[in-house]
């Protein structure tokens, strides 16, 4: 063959890869288009076709006003701290105790409600149901705080509830005493209106939820089991309402946590023979261990954005951005490489696309002139939906690639199964209707946990758990979990009131409306 035979070749095939490539981005484009375009923005329910119900209404007069803030507030004052796994504050527990009898005497004198402790500082309340035949659903909230101190810089104390220019501040007031205080305040007024309900509901109040919830929550779980109660579904603490915070969406958005991440607690280990410090080995203990911990640090583990249920949470959002984004987020399948590296660059939303790794604590050393023996570290990992504990192990025992460091799992568990969102989920779909009846504004997806709940160690009483309060959180808010300055409006708690005040109405709906034939919008 001649050269430029051989080049004319060489064209043609170069020719044929190139259109070919084209046709194939042409063909990619036209098929996320089509996605973008045939996107079901209410997934299938149709408001006007609930069945009706007399739903009373809540309307906030002023002497109401005072006296639900006096509530909210004093149960903030009360520090009901857990400090560590073995250490709470029993006596501020004993005294939320009498404080919730005092400020909710209808519920606790109710002939519709049964109360009982459980774990000595635990509440369970059941509210009886005109109808036993329609199975009853459960909120949960929980009592315990983390620790607080003034000295971090905080604006008011942290167990103060002062109020400054309408917000409340104070540990409790977003974790988790707004969800406690709203319940029970709604169930309060509930009664004194009137109210009896249709569908029977649990109440459980865990008092140990921030130490894992070994007391509360498992023992609460325990006495349902023993009673052989099934859950319609759960609802408990976990995302809220976004604004703002979402990069490039327009408008607020309502996050129901359909699952929440996994988690393990990880001990690495060094340990190599004592010695004097005046002939050093090359390596310490200590400087292998942090090492290993560098390691772990450099090497994030892999994006995994688009492989669990947090796609859902944009295809849902997706008609919400505006029109690059919009395309962007309506096809995932192509664009979640893409997304990832936008999501990754702030902790809040890097929480979204892997499992994250948190190195937490560091020890080792006994005295200056003593080469150390033993050098440890703890590593809390929260597990991304797409993953297990041990995918998430090995990967770790990868990436330390050290045998001299000691890998070991100290307890951990798998992300929670993923509950329904679809017409016939009951749960998710009362929660929207509830958020969309106070909240026109606002658009419902389904989302993931990043935090874990007491609601997990409920996964044998019901297989819908949902996680999600409707705290507004505009940018800079997410930070105030468990950080300084954690604080409620004022308004906003109110709006958490009459919220629960309808969602425990909207229960007692027998059934969901038939779902829409989905009809595509065009
Ligand atoms: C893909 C997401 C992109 C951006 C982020 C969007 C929304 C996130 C908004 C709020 C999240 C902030 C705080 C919630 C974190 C954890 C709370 C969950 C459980 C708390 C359990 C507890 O500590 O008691
Ligand atoms: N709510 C806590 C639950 C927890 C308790 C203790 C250890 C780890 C986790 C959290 O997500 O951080
Ligand atoms: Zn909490
Ligand atoms: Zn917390």
């Known amino acids: 063959m001649t050269e430029s035979g051989s080049k004319l070749r060489i064209f043609k095939i170069l020719k044929i890869i190139i259109s070919s490539l084209l046709i194939t981005v042409l063909l990619l484009f036209t098929i996320a288009a ?47 701290v857990s400090f560590s796994n073995t250490e709470s504050n029993t006596t501020a527990l004993l005294e939320f105790d009498r404080f919730l009898r005092k400020a909710f005497p209808t ?19 059941w509210v009886k149901g005109s109808q036993p035949e329609l199975v009853p659903y459960m909120l949960l909230a929980h009592i315990d705080v983390v620790p607080a101190s003034e ?51 649990y109440i459980g109040l865990g008092h140990d939820e921030e130490i894992n919830g070994l007391n509360g929550a498992m023992n609460i779980v325990r006495v349902l089991k023993q009673r052989g109660v099934q859950l319609l579904f759960v ?48 390596e310490t203990s200590i400087g292998i261990l942090a090492t290993a911990v560098k390691r772990l640090e450099d090497n994030p583990m892999p994006r995994l954005f688009g492989y669990g249920p947090e796609g859902d949470t944009f295809e849902h959002l997706a008609h919400k951005f505006s029109f690059p984004l919009k395309f962007i987020m309506s096809n995932l399948w192509l664009f979640s490489p893409l997304l990832s590296r936008i999501l990754e660059r702030k902790p809040v939303s ?27 570290a703890y590593v809390n990992l929260r597990i991304h939906s797409a993953q297990s504990v041990e995918e998430v192990l090995d990967i770790i025992k990868d990436t330390v690639g050290d045998q001299r460091v000691k890998v070991e799992l100290v307890d951990g568990f798998d992300p929670l199964p993923i509950s329904g969102a679809d017409e016939k989920a009951f749960g998710f779909q009362i929660i929207k209707k509830t958020v969309l009846d106070l909240f026109p504004t606002v658009t419902v ?24 309060s409707p705290a507004w959180f505009k940018p800079g808010d997410p930070e105030r ?19 629960y005040f309808n969602l425990i109405q909207n229960c007692d709906i027998r059934k969901l409306p038939e779902p829409h034939s989905s009809v595509h919008e065009l």
């Open 34 to 80: 089509i996605r973008t375009l045939s996107l079901d923005v209410n997934a299938g329910l149709q408001l006007a076709h609930w069945e009706k119900t007399n739903n009373k209404s809540l309307v906030i007069d002023h002497h109401q006003r005072e006296e639900l803030l006096a509530n909210f507030k004093e149960a903030i004052r009360i520090p009901t």
């Open 107 to 125: 519920v606790f004198s109710s002939s519709l409600v049964h109360h009982e402790l459980v774990g000595n500082y635990s509440h369970l309340f």
């Open 151 to 201: 000295s971090d810089g905080w604006e008011a104390p942290p167990f103060s509830a002062k109020e400054i220019d309408g917000f409340i501040y104070g540990r409790g007031t977003i974790d988790d005493k707004n969800s406690l205080m709203g319940i029970l305040q709604a169930l309060e007024y509930l009664l004194l209106k009137g109210y009896a309900p249709r569908r029977g509901f």
């Open 235 to 282: 609802m408990d603490e976990g995302l809220t309402i976004s604004d703002g915070i979402i990069p490039g969406l327009e408008g607020p958005a309502a996050l129901i946590g359909l699952s929440e991440k996994g988690q393990a607690a990880v001990k690495l280990s060094v340990s190599v023979a004592p010695g004097h410090a005046s002939m050093p080995p090359r």
């Open 350 to 376: 890097n929480a979204f696309v892997r499992t994250t790794t948190a190195v937490t604590f560091f020890n080792a050393g006994v005295k200056i002139n003593v080469i150390p023996s033993l050098a440890e």
């Open 445 to 468: 997806a389904p989302g993931i946990c990043i935090g874990n709940t007491d609601s997990r160690h409920f996964v044998d009483l019901t297989k819908n758990i949902y996680r999600f």
């Open 481 to 499: 979990f468990h950080g300084i300055n954690e604080r409620i409006s004022t308004k906003n708690y109110e709006e958490m009131i009459v919220f």
